[in-house]
């Protein structure tokens, strides 16, 4: 059974950077897509940015482009997501997911909030 966890979240101020990990077990990590999703309070979960298993290929939310980086490090098994210039509309709880088909797992979590 394959399990994510996610780490380095916390408070940061405007224009701040933060880089979140996503350690992932029981699965074999390179055939899985990634992904990292966040909400924010009353609002539905929505993709920030994904790295696909295959190639170099990575894709971004309008409203991260130019700010966050996703990579992954298949040789240790986690991926990465790097986000400068932060703001407070930025402060949600962000999930890791990996997906392969049809099989999807998630992370529990880590809260980033965005505040001076």
């Known amino acids: 059974q394959g399990q994510l966890v996610e780490s380095g979240g916390g408070l940061v101020q405007p224009g701040g950077s933060l880089r979140l990990s996503c350690a992932a077990s029981?699965?074999?990590?390179?055939?899985?897509?990634m992904g990292w999703y966040r909400q924010a309070p009353g609002k539905q979960r929505e993709l920030v940015a994904a790295?696909?298993?295959?190639?170099?290929?990575?894709n971004y939310a309008d409203s991260v482009k130019g700010r966050f980086t996703i990579s992954r490090d298949n040789a240790k098994n986690t991926a990465y997501l790097q986000m400068n210039s932060l703001k407070p509309e930025d402060t949600a709880v962000y999930y890791c997911?990996?997906?392969?088909?049809?099989?999807?797992?998630w992370g529990q979590g880590t809260q980033v909030t965005v505040s001076s």
């Open positions: 790295a696909m298993a295959k190639g170099d290929t990575t």
């Open positions: 997911n990996a997906w392969l088909h049809s099989t999807n797992y």
């Open positions: 029981g699965i074999i990590f390179r055939l899985y897509s």
